[in-house]
C-alpha cells in the first residue's frame, strides 16, 4: 500500500482548526475556505470541491444513488468533496469540525437507506469514488483496494492477473468496497470462504483527529470494528488490503426456474434441510417473485435456483442428484466458465438480462440504476413450514414487485466464532433473507403503501426466523429496526437496533467508538453510540461480577 504510506505530524494543524471559534454565517463558502487553506493540503484540492452552486453539482451528487427514494432529498450536502489523496480527506474531516458540519462517507452509494448521501442536518459528503487503485500481488495472493473502487473493478482487476484466484464478496458489480467489506459482504463463495471482511488483513483509515492509520497504528480494537461494524461510526477508510482465495480454472453455473405449478415449494422445502449441509463449493440462492406466465396468461410465483459451483459440471450432477433431485438439474441448465465468468452471469441473473457479456461490463458504474426501493433483512435457524411458504407467496401477490432472496449458510461461515471479527450472525442459520420491494410511481403516498406493504412482511415472518434479538443485515441497512436521537442516544436505546445487526458483539463496538471518538463526530441514523461514564462504569462492573462468577 505505498501509495498510502505517509503519515502527518498534526499539532500544528490542531492549533490552526481550533484557535477561531466555530461560526454558522456562511459556512459553505467558510468551510471551503478552510479546506483551501489548510496546512500541506495539495493544490488539487481547488479541483475536488463542489458546493451547490458549481454546475457540476448535482451530477456528482446523483452519480451514485442508487436507490430513487432518496433522489429528492430535502437537505442536500452544503459541499461534496471527490479526495484525490489523503490529505484532502483529512482537511474534510477537520474542516467540517471546525465549521459544525457533519460527514457522510460515500464509496458506492448502495445504502439502502441513503446514509452515504442523506442527512437531516447539515453535512458534507466525502465521495471517494476517485480513489479506485487495486494492486494485485499474485505471489503473494494478496491485494491492495482503496476504498472507493467498485466490486466489479477489484473482480476483473484480479482476473487480469490471475484465472485461479478470486475474493469471496458481493455479487452486484457496482457496490463499492467501502461500504461493502466493512458491512459484512457475503457472495457465492461464502461458504467456502467466509465473508469479504473475513478476508481482509489490514486497513488504512483516517480518524476523527485526522489521522490516518494503519492496523498496527489503528490496533486490533478499532481493526476489529471496521470488519462488520461498518465503517462510518469511526473514521474513513482510504484502503483494505485483502487475501485473495484460490478458485478452480473451471466453474459451473446455473440458473433454474420452477413455478408452483413445478413444485417450487416442495423443492424449497428440501432446499432448506440441505442448502447449509452440502459441499462447500456449492452454493445455491433461491430468489422467489412474481412473474408473468405467458402459457397461463396470469401471474404466478416463481423460485429461481441460481447457483455456482466451484468445480465442473461432471462432478456437480451427481452431487445435486444425491442432495436435491427435487430440482431436476439437467447437465444442459449448467454452464462451464471461469470464476470472472461467474461473476458476469450472476450480475446478469441480479439485472434480469439474459445477453452473454464480457467481463468489461463490471466496470461500467452506471450499469446498476438504482430503483425506488426498501428492502429488509432475517436470518432463519429453523426450516419454514410449507403453510408458512404459502403464506410468504401470497403476500408477494399484494405488490407489482416483491422479491426474496434466501441465502445459504454454512460451510466456513460456521467454522469462524461469533467474536472473531464484529460481523457476529454465524453458526446455526440455514439461510438469510432478502427481502425487497420495488415501485415506479413517485410520491410519499405511494411510498407508504409499499413500504407499509414489506412491514407488513416482516410482521408475517416474525414466527418463522431468529429471535431476542431478531437478526438483520447491517449492510441491507434498515431504520424500521430503531434509530438513534439526533444528538446523544444512549446504549440502551441504541441496543433496540445494535443488539439485531451486531449481537453480542455490539458493547464491545461500542466500546472500540468510545475509545476512538469519544466526542461522537462520526455519527449517523445508525451509528455505534459512545458510552457514557457511567455506562462504562456498569460495564466494568459487570466484568469484574462476571469474573467472580467463574
Ligand atoms: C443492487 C445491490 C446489490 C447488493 N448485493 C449485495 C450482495 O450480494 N452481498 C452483500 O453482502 N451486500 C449486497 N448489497 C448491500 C451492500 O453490501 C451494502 O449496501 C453496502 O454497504 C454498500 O457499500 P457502498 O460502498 O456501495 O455503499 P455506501 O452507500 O457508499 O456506503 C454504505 C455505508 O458505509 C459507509 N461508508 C462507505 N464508504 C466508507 C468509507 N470509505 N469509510 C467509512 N465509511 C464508509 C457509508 O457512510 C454508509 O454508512 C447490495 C446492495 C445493492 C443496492
Ligand atoms: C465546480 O467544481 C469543480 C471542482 O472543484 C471545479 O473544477 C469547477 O471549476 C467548478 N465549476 C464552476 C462553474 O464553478
Ligand atoms: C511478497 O511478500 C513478501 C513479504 O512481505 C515480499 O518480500 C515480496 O516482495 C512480496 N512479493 C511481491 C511480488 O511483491
Ligand atoms: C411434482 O411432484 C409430484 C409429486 O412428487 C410429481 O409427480 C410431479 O412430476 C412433479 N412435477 C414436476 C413438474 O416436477
Ligand atoms: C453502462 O451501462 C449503462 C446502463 O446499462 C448503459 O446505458 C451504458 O451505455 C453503459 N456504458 C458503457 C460504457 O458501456
Ligand atoms: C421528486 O420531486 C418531484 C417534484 O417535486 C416530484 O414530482 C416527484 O414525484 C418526486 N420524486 C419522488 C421519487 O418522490
Redesign the pocket.
Given at each position: 500500500m505505498k501509495y498510502l504510506s505517509f503519515y502527518f505530524t498534526f499539532a500544528t494543524v490542531v492549533t490552526f482548526l481550533f484557535s477561531f471559534a466555530p461560526h454558522s454565517l456562511d459556512t459553505p463558502q467558510k468551510f471551503v475556505q478552510c479546506l483551501y487553506n489548510y496546512p500541506f493540503i495539495s493544490n488539487s484540492i481547488f479541483d475536488v470541491v463542489y458546493t451547490q452552486t458549481n454546475s457540476s453539482y448535482f451530477s456528482i451528487l446523483d452519480m451514485s444513488i442508487r436507490n430513487s427514494r432518496f433522489s429528492n432529498l430535502s437537505s442536500k450536502p452544503r459541499v461534496i468533496v471527490t479526495p484525490l489523496d489523503v490529505s484532502h480527506i483529512q482537511a474534510t474531516i477537520m474542516c467540517s469540525q471546525r465549521h459544525g458540519l457533519q460527514i457522510r462517507t460515500r464509496s458506492g452509494g448502495h445504502d439502502y437507506e441513503g446514509l452515504s448521501y442523506v442527512a437531516e442536518v447539515p453535512f458534507v459528503i466525502i465521495d471517494i469514488f476517485n480513489l479506485r487503485q487495486i494492486t494485485v500481488d499474485v505471489e503473494n495472493r494478496t491485494a491492495s483496494v482503496q476504498a472507493g473502487a467498485t466490486l466489479g473493478e477489484l473482480y476483473y482487476t484480479i482476473s487480469q492477473k490471475s484465472k485461479t484466484l478470486g475474493f469471496p464478496a458481493g455479487v452486484c458489480a457496482t457496490v463499492g468496497t467501502g461500504g461493502h467489506f466493512s458491512g459484512g459482504g457475503y457472495g457465492f463463495l461464502m461458504r467456502k470462504y467466509g465473508l469479504a471482511a473475513d478476508n481482509i488483513i489490514d486497513a488504512h483509515i483516517i480518524d476523527v483527529n485526522g489521522n490516518l492509520l494503519d492496523r498496527k497504528a489503528m490496533g486490533e480494537g478499532l481493526f476489529w470494528g471496521i470488519r462488520g461494524g461498518g465503517g462510518a461510526s469511526f473514521g474513513v477508510i482510504v484502503a483494505w488490503k485483502i487475501k485473495l482465495v484460490p478458485v478452480p480454472s473451471t466453474v459451473t453455473v446455473f440458473n433454474v426456474a420452477r413455478t408452483l405449478?413445478?413444485?417450487a415449494t416442495?423443492i424449497i422445502q428440501k432446499w432448506q434441510l440441505v442448502a447449509n449441509q452440502l459441499d462447500e463449493r456449492i452454493f445455491i440462492r433461491v430468489d422467489v417473485k412474481k412473474v408473468n406466465s405467458v402459457e397461463h396468461g396470469k401471474q404466478i410465483i416463481q423460485a429461481n435456483f441460481v447457483s455456482m459451483f466451484l468445480g465442473g459440471v461432471e462432478e456437480l450432477i451427481p452431487l445435486m442428484q444425491k442432495s436435491l433431485p427435487e430440482l431436476?438439474l439437467d447437465r444442459k441448465d449448467c454452464t462451464e466458465t471461469n470464476w470472472i465468468g461467474s461473476v458476469v452471469f450472476a450480475n446478469a441473473v441480479l439485472l434480469g438480462s439474459t445477453v452473454n457479456e464480457a467481463p468489461e461490463v463490471l466496470l461500467n458504474r452506471s450499469r446498476f440504476l438504482g430503483r425506488i426501493n426498501k428492502a429488509k433483512s432475517d436470518y432463519v435457524r429453523k426450516p419454514i413450514p410449507i403453510d408458512g411458504l404459502q403464506g410468504l407467496w401470497s403476500l408477494l401477490y399484494e405488490v407489482p414487485d416483491g422479491e426474496l432472496q434466501f441465502a445459504p449458510y454454512g460451510g466456513r461461515m460456521d467454522e469462524i466464532s461469533e467474536s472473531e471479527i464484529s460481523f457476529s450472525h454465524r453458526s446455526g442459520f440455514i439461510f438469510h433473507i432478502h427481502y425487497m420491494v420495488i415501485w415506479e410511481e413517485e410520491g410519499d403516498e405511494v411510498a407508504q403503501r409499499y413500504m407499509n406493504w414489506i412491514r407488513k412482511l416482516y410482521k408475517y415472518m416474525e414466527p418463522y426466523v431468529s429471535k431476542s434479538p431478531r437478526a438483520a443485515y447491517l449492510n441491507y441497512r434498515d431504520l424500521d429496526i430503531g434509530v438513534n436521537n439526533n444528538g446523544y442516544t444512549s446504549y440502551n436505546q441504541a441496543s433496540i437496533w445494535g443488539l439485531k445487526y451486531f449481537g453480542n458483539n455490539f458493547r464491545r463496538l461500542a466500546e472500540v467508538k468510545t475509545k476512538v471518538d469519544p466526542r461522537n463526530f462520526f455519527r449517523n441514523e445508525q451509528s455505534i453510540p459512545t458510552l457514557s461514564d457511567e455506562e462504562n462504569y456498569i460495564n466494568s462492573n459487570h466484568v469484574v461480577s462476571t469474573i467472580e462468577t467463574k
Open positions: 405449478e413445478e413444485n416442495e431436476g
